[in-house]
């Protein structure tokens, strides 16, 4: 194997660590959450240190190619990319430690569905996926996860509607309430960076990009 795809591995390589631990932590926030559980919630805070560690990492690591290999066409793609799906990933993680920390703020529970669970398992699926489009190099998955987003984004809007009654019906419930705001509003971020690492797939597999496509309409036009 060639010394620069042997690098390129690494760098991809690098990415999956990285979402992996960031999977982790959408897994602990979850049981975090349902479990009102501090010692979960301080464990997704520690994994926090080593995601920023494998970004400033995999950053220098794109830096480097860039500079010294002077890469084309679709290995120039899978770089550029990844210097945007990588600081995405980090976000997730920082979205992960806004949602712990207010883990043990939202006890007795004021929603009587499993909708805010169900809005954190959506949500770990679209991230999920984008990391296997990644994986997979498929565009058809990368798509579906872009998709996906409307569903997080209705499911985002009926939870918040519902807090919103609760605090106009019952002010004991504000505080609580206004927890949960906070962090179905970072769950809906989770999914925007899932969305925007699948159109970073889109781009390394097709060489066009994702976002704004009305623009591209227009210009047809």
Known sequence: ???????????????????????????????????????????????????????????????DLLALRAPAAGDLRLIASSLKIVPEIERIGDHCCNIARRATYVHPPILSTGSLERLGQ????????????????????????????????????????????????????????SHLILVIKNWERIADQATNIAEEVLFILEGRSAKHTYLHEDSVE
């Not at 795809?5 to 999956?16: F, N, P, V």
């Not at 920023?52 to 995999?58: G, I, Y």
Request: proline share 1%; hydrophobic share 45%; net charge negative.
């Open 122 to 177: 959506e949500t770990r699926g679209m991230v999920r996926m984008a990391v296997d489009a990644f994986i997979g190099s498929d565009a058809g998955l990368a798509r579906t996860v872009i998709k996906a987003d409307d569903s997080v984004d209705a499911l985002y809007g009926h939870i918040y509607r519902e807090l919103l009654r609760l605090m106009m019906a019952d002010p004991l419930t504000i505080e609580r309430a």
């Open 1 to 63: 194997m060639r010394q620069f795809d042997q690098e390129l591995k690494d760098l991809r390589d690098g990415i999956l660590a990285m979402a992996g631990l960031a999977e982790q932590m959408i897994d602990l926030t979850i049981q975090a959450m349902m479990e009102r559980s501090r010692t979960k919630a301080d464990e997704v805070m520690a994994l926090d240190r080593n995601l920023d560690e494998w970004e400033l990492k995999l950053d220098r690591m794109c830096v």
